[in-house]
């Protein structure tokens, strides 16, 4: 059974095709998973006969509605019987062939299920840097609020993770981000730095970078500087 479109919702909904495509899959497991040598050894024997039998519930509900005097009570039971062997069935899916690496691309097409898409749209690294102030919270805390450079909303960019904010206390004005020489990922905006009592009074300098979700880190921002209160 070759699949013609990957959709979010692969499982059919119109009920002659939930049923072809249930009975397909039914049977798929089965002969691979049959024989004195079975291909597939990662399903139990206890899910392939939960997977049988709700088949064979569902196609017992399905059966008189496909007649011309069938009632309003058999289709409401075919109705339940769908929903309920539905959830299952994308359980199953899910756990024991959508993702096993016993179970290859073949065998999902000859399923009717989607495989992952292999061209996914590749992260760049990040070409902008963070812009961000700083709040004076209350006592040796400071808030620092950021966004993408130029942009007007709090989102962050496609494929970033979040800020690495970078600051050090010093007497001097750093000469690169290099000096700065604690740092910590902030996932979402504004970021509360916690100080001592120790650092009150001194000038603490920050500047940050964007990070995306495969560890690379963008160009960074302007150092900025205040006294911790």
Same mark, same amino acid.
């Given at each position: 059974?070759?699949?013609?479109?990957?959709?979010?919702?692969? !499982?059919?909904?119109?009920?002659?095709?939930?049923?072809?495509?249930?009975?397909?899959?039914?049977?798929?497991?089965?002969?691979?998973?049959?024989?004195?040598?079975?291909?597939?050894?990662?399903?139990?024997?206890?899910?392939?006969?939960?997977?049988?039998?709700?088949?064979?519930?569902?196609?017992?509900?399905?059966?008189?509605?496909?007649?011309?005097?069938?009632?309003?009570?058999?289709?409401?039971?075919?109705?339940? !019987?769908?929903?309920?062997?539905?959830?299952?069935?994308?359980?199953?899916?899910?756990?024991?062939?959508?993702?096993?690496?016993? !179970?290859?691309?073949?065998?999902?097409?000859?399923?009717?299920?989607?495989?992952?898409?292999?061209?996914?749209?590749?992260?760049?690294?990040?070409?902008?840097?963070?812009?961000?102030?700083?709040?004076?919270?209350?006592?040796?805390?400071?808030?620092?609020?950021?966004?993408?450079?130029?942009?007007?909303?709090?989102?962050?960019?496609?494929?970033?993770?979040?800020?690495?904010?970078?600051?050090?206390?010093?007497?001097?004005?750093?000469?690169?981000?290099?000096?700065?020489?604690?740092?910590?990922?902030?996932?979402?905006?504004?970021?509360?730095?916690?100080?001592?009592?120790?650092?009150?009074?001194?000038?603490?300098?920050?500047?940050?970078?964007?990070?995306?979700?495969?560890?690379?880190?963008?160009?960074?921002?302007?150092?900025?500087?205040?006294?911790?209160?």
């Amino acid at each position: 059974m070759s699949q013609e479109k990957h959709t979010k919702d692969f !499982v059919p909904d119109e009920d002659g095709a939930y049923d072809e495509f249930f009975k397909n899959i039914t049977q798929y497991v089965a002969q691979k998973c049959g024989g004195a040598d079975p291909e597939w050894t990662h399903i139990p024997q206890a899910a392939r006969t939960a997977l049988s039998n709700d088949y064979a519930a569902w196609y017992t509900a399905y059966g008189p509605t496909t007649k011309k005097t069938h009632t309003s009570a058999d289709t409401a039971e075919k109705n339940r !019987v769908k929903k309920a062997t539905k959830k299952r069935l994308r359980t199953f899916i899910k756990v024991y062939l959508r993702y096993h690496p016993d !179970v290859t691309n073949k065998d999902r097409d000859n399923c009717g299920v989607p495989n992952d898409d292999e061209t996914r749209t590749p992260i760049p690294d990040p070409p902008t840097r963070p812009e961000f102030f700083i709040k004076l919270l209350d006592i040796m805390r400071l808030a620092i609020h950021f966004w993408d450079q130029g942009s007007s909303s709090k989102a962050k960019p496609y494929g970033i993770d979040g800020a690495v904010i970078y600051w050090a206390i010093l007497d001097h004005v750093p000469a690169g981000i290099k000096e700065l020489t604690n740092s910590v990922l902030a996932t979402r905006t504004p970021y509360i730095l916690e100080f001592t009592e120790e650092d009150r009074g001194k000038t603490v300098y920050i500047a940050m970078r964007w990070q995306n979700e495969k560890g690379r880190k963008g160009p960074p921002s302007e150092i900025q500087s205040t006294i911790v209160p």
